[in-house]
Every structure is written in structure tokens, then in C-alpha cells.
């Protein structure tokens, strides 16, 4: 016959373990039967040493006080057993009571849940109280008149210097290589470029150069030297 094999719960301590037999076998907790809850705790126990469980020393104390209870209760004067027994009782309603709050406080427990309230609505007044005196308002007017003046002229210098950049035309750049041509000097087209750094300037430059080439006034040799037509004819 193959032999019972126990299923040992993990008790916290002898009040727990008490508790847990009396609500399996249905016992009263304001009576206790002595003898039935001794049974069942020995046979815990024994259950325990057959699983090579080690108990503490306070479920031993435990089993001592109930042998003892059990004893004095056979004598002819059983009044220390009914005491030690009533202690018994008061101890274990408390455990209970107190495992029971615990168990509320478990049920509320919301562990990293962050409750907030939310924000309150509130009624702003944008009424504007203060009194200033007459002369108060017009010192504030004439700033305000100022400030205005003042962003005037920012606008027209804005506009002056960035919205409308400066043009060069073409005719001055042509009236510009011409001179450089008519001085005698050697001129080549990159030379007509130095110190040019306005866009324009140097766009002006160039369409001069194409504009007096498709005319005839001057003409480019192949290493970009620029002759004016009587250079190249007495070339």
C-alpha cells in the first residue's frame, strides 16, 4: 500500500498554524477543544519530522503548553488549565483580528498605482482695479509714441539694407572694361573679377564682357587675354 503523502503549508508561527486546524476542523475559538486541536497539532508535527522539516523551538513550546493544558484539565482542580486555556483563546481571537486587518490592507494595497486629483478649476478676475492718475496715462501714451518712431526707422533700414540689395548695372561694367582696355594695360578676365565680392558687381562684369564680345569691341584670345578690334587688326 503505497504510504500518505502530506502537503506541509509554510505556517509563520504555533498561533498561525492553531488558527489554520481550528478553521479545518471547525472548531470554536471561544471553546476549544483541548484534546481534538492537540491531536491535530501532534500530527502536524509528526507529519513535519517525516518530511525532515525543521520546526522552530516556539512549535515545540506550543505542543508543551497544549500536553500541559490537557494534563491539568484531568486533575480534580482544573482552574490552571481553564486559565492557561483562556489565555490561549485571547491570544489566538487577537491573531485572528489581526489577520484579518492585514488582509483589508492587502485587498487596498494598489502597489505603484499613483492616484492624482484633478486640477481645480478656478475663476480668474481679470478686472483691472488700480487708479493711475491724468498724468500718468500720458506719460505712458508718449513712450508708446515713441516706440513706434523708433520701429519706423528700423523698418526702413531693415529694408534699405536687406530687402533691397544694392543693383549694379551693366553699362557701368562695360564703361569699366573699356578704360581698363584704352590704359594699355595687359587685361585677362580673371583680373577684371579682383576685389569683386558683391554678386552683382560680378554679374554685371560678365555680361559686359559678353555684350562688347557679340558687338565687336573687343575680342578674347585663347589664353582669356581681352584686345580691343585695333589691337587685334594690328596684331
Known sequence: MQAIQFKLDVFEGPLDLLLHLIAKHKLNINDIEITKLLEQYLLYMEAARSQDLELAGEF?????RLVYIKSASLLPKPEEAE?????????????????????KLRELFQADDIFVRKPMKIKV???YRLQHPASK??????????????GEKLSEKISDTVIQPKTVSVISKV????????AGHSVTVESLYEGITDRSARVATFLAVLELTRFGRIALNEDNTLLTRCEKKEG
Open 60 to 64: 515545540l513550546e506550543m505542543a508543551a
Open 137 to 150: 496715462l500720458a506719460d505712458v501714451y508718449a513712450q508708446v509714441g515713441k516706440g513706434r518712431t523708433n
Open 125 to 127: 478676475d481679470q478686472t
Open 175 to 182: 564703361v569699366f572694361v573699356l578704360r581698363r582696355l584704352y
Open 83 to 103: 486559565r492557561i486555556k483562556q489565555e490561549l483563546q485571547g491570544a489566538l481571537i487577537e491573531y485572528a483580528l489581526c489577520q484579518a486587518a492585514a488582509g
